[in-house]
């Protein structure tokens, strides 16, 4: 175990063994493995978004195998799904790939501006399954965010007491938030906080923009001067929100169908700011995989794999 890893490890210090090394598989494995940056591929989008748009970029992404292998031959950290793509590789792939299962989802068949998730998995499947962490989303800014919350708390406790590792997808969305403050910086930040104060170890937000949405908050952005105008900044600031970056922060990998340039910008931004890595799902899976593989290793060199 690499020094840097030991480091992070000490953060969790009221996990009992068990989380502690999972977390460490998450840490140690793949080409970022020990640097204490993680790249994840994450494919709930079929669930969110449905089959068509999800998968017909690229068709092979049908097959739930075709991810379970991206990640592999990719060198990910993990691989993060819902419980249908889990269940549907699981024993073929067992133990080549750190498992997140996200316990729930949500689907696109209605607009809501307030929007919610249903759990869709438990925390004894990802037992059964050999998953190393659980995946929940939160709304922070949805008129259903409380009970997000407490769902969040309560499968948090039961996953540490498991010793399971909690990923938390933290974000800003509802009725109350204009388009633009569901990426403010304010908001983001705010976004992260209340992920580790869940007790969330890994904490996935989006890229910041440099627009502040709450007045209140405006006025302390001003007074204090903080810095916000790079996204590097943004990202700095989006970290030291998360307990003064002693939680783990990764950033979502940038809109559907950015091209290259744009992502290595992002990759290089939270690598500049102090961010813990990415979580790429369609910029991965609706390539062709060799594009995939490529812009998936881009990202890894960024963020400082071994060759």
Not at 55 to 64: E, G, Q, S, T, V
Not at 144 to 150: D, I, K, M
Request: charged share 20%; aromatic share 8%.
């Amino acid at each position: 175990m690499t020094p840097r890893v030991k480091e992070i490890l000490s953060w969790y210090g009221a996990d009992n063994p068990g989380t502690l090394a999972n977390l460490a598989r998450l840490l140690g494995h793949g080409r970022l493995g020990g640097t204490g940056r993680l790249v994840i591929l994450p494919v709930d989008q079929g669930f969110e978004h449905g089959p068509a748009r999800s998968f017909a970029p690229n068709p092979p992404a049908y097959d739930p195998r075709y991810h379970f292998e991206l990640a592999i031959e990719a060198g990910c950290n993990a691989y993060a799904a819902p419980l249908g793509f889990i269940e549907a590789g699981a024993r073929d792939y067992a133990g080549q790939i750190p498992l997140i299962l996200k316990l729930n989802d949500a689907d696109s068949l209605r607009e809501d501006p307030d929007p919610d998730q249903a759990q869709t998995a438990e925390v004894k499947d990802a037992l059964r399954l050999g998953a190393a962490a659980i995946g929940f989303t939160i709304y922070p800014g949805s008129s259903r965010q409380y009970a997000l919350f407490s769902q969040a708390r309560a499968l948090a406790a039961e996953a540490k007491a498991l010793g399971l590792a909690v990923v938390v997808w933290s974000y800003p969305r509802g009725s109350q938030l204009s388009e633009a403050g569901e990426t403010a910086i304010d908001v983001v930040a705010y976004a992260a906080q209340i992920a580790a104060q869940l007790g969330a170890h890994i904490i996935k937000v989006k890229l910041p923009s440099d627009h502040v949405e709450q007045p209140a908050a405006k006025a302390v952005y001003e007074k204090e001067k903080i810095p916000i105008s790079t996204a590097a900044e943004r990202v700095a600031h989006v970290v030291q929100s998360a307990f003064a970056g002693r939680r783990i922060v990764i950033f979502s990998g940038g809109a559907a169908n950015f091209d290259d340039g744009a992502l290595h910008a992002e990759f290089e931004a939270i690598r500049d700011g102090g961010g813990f890595g990415s979580i790429v799902g369609r910029n991965s899976f609706q390539r062709p995989r060799p594009d995939a593989l490529k812009m998936l290793n881009d990202a890894m060199t960024i963020y400082g794999a071994r060759p």
